[in-house]
Protein backbone atom coordinates (compact mmCIF):
# COMPACT_ATOMS: atom_id res chain seq x y z
CA UNK A 1 0.00 0.00 0.00
CA UNK A 2 1.95 3.33 -1.49
CA UNK A 3 -0.46 5.68 0.58
CA UNK A 4 -0.12 9.12 -0.50
CA UNK A 5 2.76 9.30 -3.02
CA UNK A 6 4.20 12.58 -3.98
CA UNK A 7 7.16 13.75 -6.77
CA UNK A 8 9.32 15.39 -7.65
CA UNK A 9 10.78 15.13 -4.13
CA UNK A 10 13.66 18.04 -4.57
CA UNK A 11 13.35 20.79 -7.24
CA UNK A 12 15.04 23.67 -8.06
CA UNK A 13 12.95 26.78 -9.70
CA UNK A 14 14.38 30.02 -11.50
CA UNK A 15 12.18 32.96 -10.56
CA UNK A 16 9.04 33.11 -12.79
CA UNK A 17 9.31 29.63 -14.21
CA UNK A 18 6.58 27.41 -13.62
CA UNK A 19 6.12 23.83 -12.75
CA UNK A 20 3.58 21.31 -11.35
CA UNK A 21 4.04 18.60 -8.00
CA UNK A 22 2.04 15.46 -8.79
CA UNK A 23 0.59 13.95 -5.89
CA UNK A 24 -1.90 10.54 -6.19
CA UNK A 25 -2.98 8.96 -3.43
CA UNK A 26 -4.21 4.88 -3.63
CA UNK A 27 -6.57 4.61 -0.92
CA UNK A 28 -9.69 5.74 -2.52
CA UNK A 29 -9.92 8.86 -0.29
CA UNK A 30 -12.46 11.10 -0.77
CA UNK A 31 -10.74 14.27 0.19
CA UNK A 32 -6.95 15.73 -0.74
CA UNK A 33 -4.78 18.49 0.57
CA UNK A 34 -1.95 20.81 0.12
CA UNK A 35 0.09 22.24 2.66
CA UNK A 36 3.25 24.10 2.39
CA UNK A 37 5.69 24.46 5.83
CA UNK A 38 8.28 26.90 5.71
CA UNK A 39 11.64 26.69 8.59
CA UNK A 40 10.39 26.31 11.90
CA UNK A 41 6.51 27.09 11.36
CA UNK A 42 3.43 24.59 10.98
CA UNK A 43 2.05 23.71 8.52
CA UNK A 44 -0.41 26.00 6.06
CA UNK A 45 -3.62 24.71 3.69
CA UNK A 46 -2.84 25.79 0.23
CA UNK A 47 -5.97 24.06 -1.40
CA UNK A 48 -7.92 21.28 -0.63
CA UNK A 49 -10.80 19.08 -2.34
CA UNK A 50 -13.78 17.23 -1.58
CA UNK A 51 -13.63 14.72 -4.51
CA UNK A 52 -13.26 14.80 -8.67
CA UNK A 53 -13.70 18.33 -9.83
CA UNK A 54 -14.06 19.91 -6.84
CA UNK A 55 -11.30 22.26 -5.32
CA UNK A 56 -11.44 25.08 -3.00
CA UNK A 57 -9.12 27.55 -1.43
CA UNK A 58 -7.25 27.09 1.69
CA UNK A 59 -5.16 29.99 4.13
CA UNK A 60 -2.49 30.67 1.54
CA UNK A 61 -3.42 29.94 -1.94
CA UNK A 62 -1.67 33.09 -4.32
CA UNK A 63 0.30 31.62 -6.40
CA UNK A 64 -0.86 28.55 -7.25
CA UNK A 65 -3.51 26.21 -8.39
CA UNK A 66 -4.99 22.86 -8.21
CA UNK A 67 -6.86 20.41 -10.27
CA UNK A 68 -9.01 17.19 -9.13
CA UNK A 69 -9.88 15.57 -12.31
CA UNK A 70 -9.78 11.93 -10.73
CA UNK A 71 -10.36 10.58 -6.85
CA UNK A 72 -6.64 9.81 -7.12
CA UNK A 73 -4.33 12.88 -7.85
CA UNK A 74 -4.35 16.19 -7.39
CA UNK A 75 -1.56 18.15 -8.68
CA UNK A 76 -0.64 21.75 -7.65
CA UNK A 77 0.50 23.73 -10.08
CA UNK A 78 2.85 27.01 -9.49
CA UNK A 79 2.84 29.53 -12.11
CA UNK A 80 5.82 32.27 -12.20
CA UNK A 81 7.67 31.17 -9.14
CA UNK A 82 8.78 33.79 -6.75
CA UNK A 83 11.20 33.31 -4.04
CA UNK A 84 8.94 33.44 -1.20
CA UNK A 85 7.48 29.85 -2.41
CA UNK A 86 10.55 28.25 -1.45
CA UNK A 87 9.01 25.52 1.00
CA UNK A 88 8.30 22.08 1.72
CA UNK A 89 5.11 20.97 -0.10
CA UNK A 90 3.09 18.33 1.47
CA UNK A 91 0.21 16.76 -0.11
CA UNK A 92 -2.42 14.81 2.02
CA UNK A 93 -5.76 12.93 2.17
CA UNK A 94 -8.45 11.76 4.02
CA UNK A 95 -11.86 9.64 3.58
CA UNK A 96 -13.92 12.69 5.83
CA UNK A 97 -13.29 15.94 7.06
CA UNK A 98 -15.65 14.82 10.19
CA UNK A 99 -13.93 13.20 13.03
CA UNK A 100 -13.09 10.68 14.17
CA UNK A 101 -12.61 9.58 10.25
CA UNK A 102 -11.05 12.21 9.46
CA UNK A 103 -7.18 10.77 10.07
CA UNK A 104 -4.95 12.33 7.17
CA UNK A 105 -2.58 10.58 5.26
CA UNK A 106 0.72 12.53 4.33
CA UNK A 107 3.22 11.97 1.37
CA UNK A 108 7.08 12.45 2.18
CA UNK A 109 7.03 15.84 1.10
CA UNK A 110 8.91 17.54 -1.69
CA UNK A 111 11.13 20.21 -1.41
CA UNK A 112 11.02 23.43 -3.62
CA UNK A 113 13.98 26.30 -3.98
CA UNK A 114 13.30 28.74 -5.78
CA UNK A 115 16.41 31.23 -7.28
CA UNK B 1 -11.71 24.62 16.78
CA UNK B 2 -10.00 25.01 20.45
CA UNK B 3 -6.34 25.62 20.70
CA UNK B 4 -3.73 23.89 22.49
CA UNK B 5 -0.74 24.31 24.41
CA UNK B 6 2.35 22.30 24.16
CA UNK B 7 5.73 22.54 25.79
CA UNK B 8 8.19 23.22 23.23
CA UNK B 9 11.08 20.44 24.36
CA UNK B 10 11.43 17.68 26.42
CA UNK B 11 14.29 14.96 26.96
CA UNK B 12 13.18 11.69 27.97
CA UNK B 13 15.91 8.37 28.08
CA UNK B 14 15.56 5.64 25.65
CA UNK B 15 13.55 3.08 26.96
CA UNK B 16 11.65 5.02 29.01
CA UNK B 17 8.15 6.10 28.93
CA UNK B 18 7.40 9.57 27.37
CA UNK B 19 4.71 11.49 28.45
CA UNK B 20 3.84 14.39 26.50
CA UNK B 21 1.28 16.83 28.02
CA UNK B 22 -1.48 18.98 25.89
CA UNK B 23 -3.35 21.94 27.56
CA UNK B 24 -6.74 22.32 25.72
CA UNK B 25 -9.04 24.18 28.03
CA UNK B 26 -11.65 25.94 25.80
CA UNK B 27 -12.43 22.34 24.02
CA UNK B 28 -16.26 22.05 23.51
CA UNK B 29 -18.21 18.57 23.58
CA UNK B 30 -18.09 17.91 19.97
CA UNK B 31 -14.18 18.41 19.32
CA UNK B 32 -11.91 15.09 19.66
CA UNK B 33 -7.84 15.47 20.63
CA UNK B 34 -5.76 14.42 18.29
CA UNK B 35 -1.97 13.49 18.11
CA UNK B 36 0.59 13.67 15.05
CA UNK B 37 4.00 13.70 15.12
CA UNK B 38 6.67 14.53 12.44
CA UNK B 39 9.97 13.20 12.10
CA UNK B 40 12.79 15.66 10.83
CA UNK B 41 12.62 15.66 6.92
CA UNK B 42 9.18 13.51 6.88
CA UNK B 43 5.30 14.27 6.64
CA UNK B 44 3.24 14.42 9.53
CA UNK B 45 2.26 10.82 10.54
CA UNK B 46 -0.90 10.11 12.31
CA UNK B 47 -0.46 8.50 16.38
CA UNK B 48 -4.21 8.75 17.95
CA UNK B 49 -6.96 10.39 18.85
CA UNK B 50 -10.09 10.78 21.30
CA UNK B 51 -13.10 12.33 22.26
CA UNK B 52 -13.44 11.42 25.92
CA UNK B 53 -12.29 7.62 26.75
CA UNK B 54 -8.75 6.82 27.27
CA UNK B 55 -7.50 5.49 24.06
CA UNK B 56 -4.69 3.21 23.13
CA UNK B 57 -3.26 1.64 19.95
CA UNK B 58 0.06 -0.42 18.76
CA UNK B 59 1.76 3.20 18.65
CA UNK B 60 0.86 5.01 21.63
CA UNK B 61 -1.52 5.49 24.80
CA UNK B 62 -3.95 8.92 25.14
CA UNK B 63 -5.18 9.99 28.27
CA UNK B 64 -7.74 12.35 28.73
CA UNK B 65 -9.00 13.69 32.09
CA UNK B 66 -12.00 13.88 33.46
CA UNK B 67 -13.21 17.62 32.18
CA UNK B 68 -11.35 17.03 29.11
CA UNK B 69 -9.09 20.61 29.50
CA UNK B 70 -6.40 18.35 29.17
CA UNK B 71 -4.64 15.47 27.83
CA UNK B 72 -1.21 13.34 27.88
CA UNK B 73 0.02 10.91 25.23
CA UNK B 74 2.10 8.34 26.18
CA UNK B 75 4.74 6.48 24.32
CA UNK B 76 5.27 3.58 26.37
CA UNK B 77 9.12 2.58 25.62
CA UNK B 78 10.46 5.61 23.72
CA UNK B 79 13.59 4.50 21.24
CA UNK B 80 15.65 6.90 19.37
CA UNK B 81 12.95 6.97 16.47
CA UNK B 82 10.75 8.15 17.97
CA UNK B 83 12.53 11.94 18.51
CA UNK B 84 10.30 14.42 16.14
CA UNK B 85 7.93 17.02 16.78
CA UNK B 86 4.33 15.76 18.71
CA UNK B 87 1.49 17.71 17.62
CA UNK B 88 -1.48 18.08 19.69
CA UNK B 89 -4.49 19.03 17.89
CA UNK B 90 -8.42 19.80 18.64
CA UNK B 91 -10.54 19.00 15.89
CA UNK B 92 -15.06 19.74 15.86
CA UNK B 93 -17.29 18.81 13.72
CA UNK B 94 -16.98 21.72 11.34
CA UNK B 95 -13.37 21.07 10.09
CA UNK B 96 -12.55 21.21 6.80
CA UNK B 97 -9.68 18.83 7.50
CA UNK B 98 -7.48 22.71 7.56
CA UNK B 99 -5.13 21.19 10.48
CA UNK B 100 -3.72 23.89 12.80
CA UNK B 101 -0.49 22.58 13.98
CA UNK B 102 0.93 24.98 16.09
CA UNK B 103 4.67 24.57 17.10
CA UNK B 104 4.34 21.17 19.07
CA UNK B 105 6.90 20.20 21.32
CA UNK B 106 10.13 19.06 20.37
CA UNK B 107 11.30 15.43 21.92
CA UNK B 108 14.43 14.17 22.17
CA UNK B 109 14.93 10.35 23.23
CA UNK B 110 18.44 9.76 24.27
CA UNK B 111 20.60 6.63 24.32
Known amino acids: NAGVTQTPKFRILKIGQSMTLQCTQD?????MYWYRQDPGMGLKLIYY???????DKGEVPNGYNVSRSTTEDFPLRLELAAPSQTSVYFCASSYFTQPPGNTIYFGEGSWLTVV | DAKTTQPPSMDCAEGRAANLPCNHS???????VYWYRQIHSQGPQYIIHGLKNNETNEMASLIITEDRKSSTLILPHATLRDTAVYYCIVIGGGSQGNLIFGKGTKLSVKP
Open chain 2, 26 to 32: TISGNEY
Open chain 1, 27 to 31: MNHNY
Open chain 1, 49 to 55: SVGAGIT
